[in-house]
Protein backbone atom coordinates (compact mmCIF):
# COMPACT_ATOMS: atom_id res chain seq x y z
CA UNK A 1 0.00 0.00 0.00
CA UNK A 2 1.70 3.33 -1.14
CA UNK A 3 2.43 5.60 1.65
CA UNK A 4 -0.68 8.43 1.63
CA UNK A 5 1.95 11.74 2.34
CA UNK A 6 2.99 13.84 -0.81
CA UNK A 7 4.20 17.26 -1.48
CA UNK A 8 1.48 19.29 -4.02
CA UNK A 9 2.78 20.52 -7.16
CA UNK A 10 2.30 23.69 -6.52
CA UNK A 11 4.37 23.78 -2.98
CA UNK A 12 7.31 22.05 -4.50
CA UNK A 13 7.64 24.27 -7.29
CA UNK A 14 7.60 27.17 -4.51
CA UNK A 15 10.02 25.18 -2.55
CA UNK A 16 12.53 25.48 -5.41
CA UNK A 17 11.89 29.19 -5.67
CA UNK A 18 12.30 30.06 -1.61
CA UNK A 19 15.24 28.02 -0.71
CA UNK A 20 18.11 29.59 -3.02
CA UNK A 21 15.92 32.95 -2.51
CA UNK A 22 17.00 32.62 1.48
CA UNK A 23 20.22 31.65 0.96
CA UNK A 24 20.88 34.96 -0.79
CA UNK A 25 19.20 36.74 1.61
CA UNK A 26 20.92 35.23 4.57
CA UNK A 27 24.71 35.36 2.55
CA UNK A 28 23.71 38.99 2.03
CA UNK A 29 22.83 39.86 5.62
CA UNK A 30 25.14 37.54 7.06
CA UNK A 31 28.49 35.54 7.01
CA UNK A 32 26.87 32.08 7.18
CA UNK A 33 28.74 28.90 8.33
CA UNK A 34 27.52 25.22 8.17
CA UNK A 35 29.65 22.60 9.53
CA UNK A 36 28.42 18.21 9.92
CA UNK A 37 26.90 18.32 6.47
CA UNK A 38 28.61 15.25 6.20
CA UNK A 39 26.02 13.80 8.61
CA UNK A 40 22.90 14.37 6.61
CA UNK A 41 21.93 10.63 5.84
CA UNK A 42 22.12 10.85 1.89
CA UNK A 43 18.40 8.91 2.02
CA UNK A 44 15.70 8.18 3.99
CA UNK A 45 13.45 10.16 6.15
CA UNK A 46 14.59 11.49 9.46
CA UNK A 47 14.00 14.24 12.01
CA UNK A 48 16.04 17.70 12.40
CA UNK A 49 15.76 18.60 15.76
CA UNK A 50 16.66 22.38 16.05
CA UNK A 51 16.99 24.89 19.02
CA UNK A 52 14.12 27.65 18.18
CA UNK A 53 14.99 31.34 20.12
CA UNK A 54 13.66 33.31 17.24
CA UNK A 55 11.06 32.58 14.06
CA UNK A 56 14.40 32.73 11.66
CA UNK A 57 15.59 29.46 12.89
CA UNK A 58 13.21 27.53 10.53
CA UNK A 59 13.67 29.68 7.48
CA UNK A 60 17.42 29.50 7.89
CA UNK A 61 17.28 25.80 7.93
CA UNK A 62 14.82 25.11 5.48
CA UNK A 63 17.11 27.95 2.63
CA UNK A 64 20.74 25.47 3.86
CA UNK A 65 19.51 21.96 4.38
CA UNK A 66 21.14 19.68 1.29
CA UNK A 67 17.12 18.56 0.17
CA UNK A 68 13.94 20.41 0.88
CA UNK A 69 12.57 19.57 4.19
CA UNK A 70 9.12 19.18 5.77
CA UNK A 71 8.75 22.13 8.00
CA UNK A 72 6.14 22.27 11.02
CA UNK A 73 4.68 25.73 12.47
CA UNK A 74 2.35 26.68 15.42
CA UNK A 75 -0.98 27.24 13.65
CA UNK A 76 -0.80 31.30 14.65
CA UNK A 77 1.60 32.45 12.15
CA UNK A 78 -1.37 31.08 9.51
CA UNK A 79 -2.79 34.57 10.96
CA UNK A 80 0.13 36.66 10.80
CA UNK A 81 0.55 38.54 7.19
CA UNK A 82 3.51 37.62 5.38
CA UNK A 83 4.60 34.43 7.40
CA UNK A 84 1.15 33.19 6.91
CA UNK A 85 1.69 33.17 2.81
CA UNK A 86 4.87 31.80 3.33
CA UNK A 87 4.22 28.62 5.35
CA UNK A 88 1.12 27.97 3.18
CA UNK A 89 3.29 28.59 -0.09
CA UNK A 90 5.82 26.72 1.30
CA UNK A 91 3.39 23.73 2.61
CA UNK A 92 4.46 23.73 5.91
CA UNK A 93 2.66 21.60 8.61
CA UNK A 94 0.25 23.46 10.70
CA UNK A 95 0.24 22.48 14.84
CA UNK A 96 -1.60 23.27 17.61
CA UNK A 97 0.97 23.98 20.53
CA UNK A 98 0.07 22.15 23.61
CA UNK A 99 -2.90 20.02 22.16
CA UNK A 100 -2.40 16.12 21.33
CA UNK A 101 -3.66 16.09 17.60
CA UNK A 102 -3.54 12.49 16.57
CA UNK A 103 -4.03 13.46 13.11
CA UNK A 104 -1.41 15.53 13.21
CA UNK A 105 1.00 13.03 14.39
CA UNK A 106 0.10 10.86 11.77
CA UNK A 107 0.70 13.53 9.32
CA UNK A 108 4.43 13.73 10.29
CA UNK A 109 5.00 10.33 11.11
CA UNK A 110 4.01 9.49 6.85
CA UNK A 111 6.29 12.57 5.86
CA UNK A 112 9.08 10.63 7.50
CA UNK A 113 8.33 7.50 6.19
CA UNK A 114 7.46 8.75 2.56
CA UNK A 115 11.49 9.32 3.34
CA UNK A 116 11.00 13.32 3.89
CA UNK A 117 13.31 15.11 6.35
CA UNK A 118 11.01 16.87 8.95
CA UNK A 119 12.08 19.95 10.58
CA UNK A 120 10.85 19.70 14.42
CA UNK A 121 11.39 22.23 17.63
CA UNK A 122 11.24 19.82 20.18
CA UNK A 123 10.87 22.77 22.63
CA UNK A 124 7.31 22.98 21.13
CA UNK A 125 7.91 26.86 20.56
CA UNK A 126 10.79 29.50 20.62
CA UNK A 127 12.63 30.39 23.58
CA UNK A 128 12.72 34.26 22.62
CA UNK A 129 16.59 34.20 23.97
CA UNK A 130 19.08 31.77 24.01
CA UNK A 131 18.85 28.62 26.35
CA UNK A 132 17.39 25.57 25.63
CA UNK A 133 14.01 24.58 27.91
CA UNK A 134 12.62 21.56 28.25
CA UNK A 135 11.90 19.15 25.22
CA UNK A 136 8.54 18.14 24.68
CA UNK A 137 7.92 13.72 23.67
CA UNK A 138 6.51 14.74 20.55
CA UNK A 139 9.93 13.97 18.41
CA UNK A 140 10.64 11.32 19.97
CA UNK A 141 7.07 9.78 19.69
CA UNK A 142 7.32 10.66 15.94
CA UNK A 143 11.02 8.68 15.80
CA UNK A 144 9.68 6.03 17.22
CA UNK A 145 6.74 5.76 15.01
CA UNK A 146 8.27 6.16 12.06
CA UNK A 147 11.37 4.21 12.73
CA UNK A 148 13.82 7.08 11.87
CA UNK A 149 16.73 8.53 13.59
CA UNK A 150 17.19 12.11 14.83
CA UNK A 151 20.11 14.58 13.27
CA UNK A 152 20.66 17.03 16.03
CA UNK A 153 21.09 20.49 14.96
CA UNK A 154 22.44 23.67 16.54
CA UNK A 155 21.43 27.12 15.44
CA UNK A 156 23.41 29.50 16.67
CA UNK A 157 23.22 33.66 15.59
CA UNK A 158 19.32 34.07 15.07
CA UNK A 159 18.46 35.90 18.27
CA UNK A 160 15.07 38.13 18.37
CA UNK A 161 17.47 40.99 17.53
CA UNK A 162 18.85 39.33 14.07
CA UNK A 163 17.09 41.55 11.90
CA UNK A 164 17.57 45.15 13.10
CA UNK A 165 21.29 44.02 13.64
CA UNK A 166 21.26 42.60 10.27
CA UNK A 167 19.74 46.19 8.80
CA UNK A 168 22.59 48.26 10.58
CA UNK A 169 25.14 46.47 8.34
CA UNK A 170 26.46 44.70 11.47
CA UNK A 171 26.45 41.44 9.65
CA UNK A 172 25.73 39.11 12.48
CA UNK A 173 27.43 35.31 12.35
CA UNK A 174 25.05 32.38 11.85
CA UNK A 175 26.12 29.00 12.56
CA UNK A 176 24.12 25.99 11.85
CA UNK A 177 26.18 22.84 13.54
CA UNK A 178 24.62 19.38 12.33
CA UNK A 179 25.51 16.61 14.83
CA UNK A 180 25.68 13.09 13.84
CA UNK A 181 22.41 10.54 13.75
CA UNK A 182 21.08 9.60 16.55
CA UNK A 183 18.78 6.31 16.85
CA UNK A 184 16.97 6.36 19.97
CA UNK A 185 15.90 3.00 21.92
CA UNK A 186 12.98 1.72 21.37
CA UNK A 187 10.15 2.85 23.69
CA UNK A 188 8.48 -0.04 25.35
CA UNK A 189 4.95 -0.16 27.56
CA UNK A 190 2.46 1.17 27.93
CA UNK A 191 0.39 4.68 29.64
CA UNK A 192 2.92 5.87 32.87
CA UNK A 193 6.24 3.75 31.60
CA UNK A 194 5.75 5.07 27.81
CA UNK A 195 5.39 8.26 28.37
CA UNK A 196 8.85 8.13 31.25
CA UNK A 197 11.10 6.39 27.66
CA UNK A 198 9.33 8.91 25.23
CA UNK A 199 10.49 11.43 27.62
CA UNK A 200 14.09 10.19 28.33
CA UNK A 201 14.29 9.63 24.37
CA UNK A 202 13.80 13.13 24.26
CA UNK A 203 16.41 14.22 26.71
CA UNK A 204 18.81 12.25 24.80
CA UNK A 205 17.95 14.22 21.70
CA UNK A 206 18.10 17.58 23.82
CA UNK A 207 21.37 16.47 25.54
CA UNK A 208 22.72 15.67 21.93
CA UNK A 209 21.50 19.05 20.66
CA UNK A 210 22.93 21.18 23.70
CA UNK A 211 26.37 19.64 22.91
CA UNK A 212 26.34 21.06 19.44
CA UNK A 213 25.58 25.18 21.37
CA UNK A 214 27.80 27.37 23.50
CA UNK A 215 27.51 27.43 26.41
CA UNK A 216 24.63 30.39 26.66
CA UNK A 217 22.70 28.32 24.45
CA UNK A 218 22.56 25.46 26.99
CA UNK A 219 20.02 26.39 29.36
CA UNK A 220 18.41 23.73 31.70
CA UNK A 221 20.66 20.99 29.83
CA UNK A 222 23.39 22.57 30.58
CA UNK A 223 24.55 20.37 33.19
CA UNK A 224 24.71 16.99 31.17
CA UNK A 225 27.48 18.89 29.40
CA UNK A 226 29.75 20.09 31.92
Same mark, same amino acid.
Request: aromatic share 8%; hydrophobic share 40%.
Given at each position: ?? #????? =????????????????????? *??????????????????????????? /??????????????? @?????????? &??????????????????????? +?????????????????? &??????????????? =????? %?????? @??????? %??????????????????????? %??????? =????????????? +??? #??????????? *????? /???????? #??
Amino acid at each position: MP #NPYSV =PLHNRIMRRIFRPSFRLLFHL *LSPVKISGRENVPARGGYLIAINHVST /YDPPFVVAFWPAPPE @AVGAVEIWSR &PGQSQLARLYGAIQVHRGEYDRS +LLETMVAAVQAGRPLVIA &PEGGRSHQPGLRQGM =PGAAY %IADKAG @APVIPVG %IVGTTRDYIQRARRGLRPPLEMR %IGEPLHL =PAVPGRGAERRAA +LQE #NTDLVMARLAA *LLPEE /YRGIYAEK #NS
